[in-house]
């Protein structure tokens, strides 16, 4: 299979693609997950691992948010470190803390020991792609993968950081170690990307959600060329690439020539400087997650000062500016994309 024909005509992907559009598209970060009453059933007593390895589970999750909001994409539900895991990192993922590394990656042996990634290892996500597209029709699938950086983040710190000091010091100062260790991840993300495609999925997205941790010197000299290579490789399989991260306006005009066809946005720049910066690109965020806590015609209104901003760009894909907060009222998700889908353009 290549990507799914019944969605080529989607307005996500005409969005993508800086065609113009009937409605402003919308699709949530996290949209999936802890926020929704129907996951933490099918989840329970099911670790997230676990849940990510078996195919009708993927199924089923992928579609929650499909069927509840009437969203214009779903995304696979998954993990930036699924592939790790499926290659044979001793990793987990601990509920409320994230991903966590049994053997951090400090030295050179420690990256060789990690195997390149083949169709075989994840065999299981092929089935989930194939079996989502089947279900979705004319929505289209949002493959992922982790940007190097981010992956590396983990790997190196052993799980969660804030300052991202370990990673940082091997970036400085192990440049070979670092070199070895960006390459790797950016086969797995490439290789993974590539599966997901083949299967069926219409884009993908880029998860650098950690590169904001980065100045624009060390972006541009040891993350940007890998991210750069993960983005050529996806692009040779024909579908648009979103690229993501978190607190990154010193960095978008850096990701977007990257090679993404869709930036995604923070909520943190305003939409029309996040424009500015990735220039002929389509852009995709960004409303403060939090603002789904606010009275809806709060909510609302600034919803709109989104969209409205949205139309100076190539093309704008509405979303959170990161992911959905896990205690997010759904009814409230609803409204705001009821409200996104019957905003005029005209
Ligand atoms: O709906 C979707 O967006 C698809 C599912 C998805 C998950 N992780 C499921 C998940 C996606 C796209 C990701 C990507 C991911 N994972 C990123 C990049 C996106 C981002 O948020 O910036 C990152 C940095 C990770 C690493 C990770 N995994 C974190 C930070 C956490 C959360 C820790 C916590 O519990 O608060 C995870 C775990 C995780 N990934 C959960 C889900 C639904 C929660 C686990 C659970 O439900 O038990």
């Known amino acids: 299979m290549s990507p799914s024909p019944a969605a ?90 994230g991903p966590v590394v049994a053997e951090p990656v400090r030295t050179l042996a420690d990256v060789e020991r990690i195997p390149d990634l083949t169709p075989e290892h994840v065999t299981f996500i092929t089935q989930a792609v194939q079996g989502l597209v089947g279900e979705l029709g004319a929505t289209p699938l949002i493959g992922f993968a982790g940007a190097p950086f981010t992956v590396a983040s983990y790997l190196v710190e052993g799980g969660p950081s804030k300052d991202h000091a370990k990673t940082k010091a091997m970036m400085l100062g192990a440049p070979d170690v670092w070199d070895a260790l960006m390459r790797k991840i950016a086969q797995i993300a490439s290789a993974y990307l590539k599966v997901q495609v083949d299967a069926g999925a219409s884009a993908v997205q880029l998860f650098d959600s950690w590169a904001g941790a980065l100045t624009p010197q060390d972006y541009t000299e040891h993350v940007m060329p890998h991210s750069s290579r993960v983005l050529a490789e996806a692009g040779e399989l024909g579908v648009p690439r979103i690229h993501f991260g978190v607190g990154t306006t010193n960095l978008l005009t850096l990701m977007g020539e990257a090679g993404a066809d869709v930036v995604g946005i923070d909520w943190r720049t305003p939409l029309e400087r996040g424009i500015e910066l990735v220039g002929d ?62 905003y005029p353009l005209g």
Not at 17 to 46: C, D, F, N
Request: net charge negative.
């Open 8 to 97: 080529a005509d989607s307005v996500f992907l005409a969005a993508a693609r800086g065609e113009a559009v009937s409605h402003t598209p919308v699709w949530y970060m996290r949209q999936a997950g802890r926020s929704l009453p129907e996951y933490l059933k099918v989840r329970e007593g099911i670790g997230m691992l676990e849940s990510c390895m078996d195919p009708d589970l993927v199924v089923e999750i992928t579609m929650q948010p499909v069927r509840r909001y009437g969203v214009d994409a779903a995304i696979f539900f998954s993990d930036i470190v699924l592939p790790l895991k499926a290659v044979g990192v001793d990793l987990d993922i601990k509920p409320g803390v």
């Open 281 to 342: 690109r389509a852009v995709q965020g960004n409303l403060d997650p939090t603002l789904v806590f606010a009275p809806t015609d709060v909510m609302t209104a600034r919803a709109a000062q989104v969209i409205e901003a949205g139309r100076s760009a190539k093309g704008h894909i509405f979303n959170l500016g990161h992911g959905v907060i896990p205690s997010t009222n759904p009814d409230q998700l609803k409204k705001l994309t009821d409200f996104v889908h019957s």
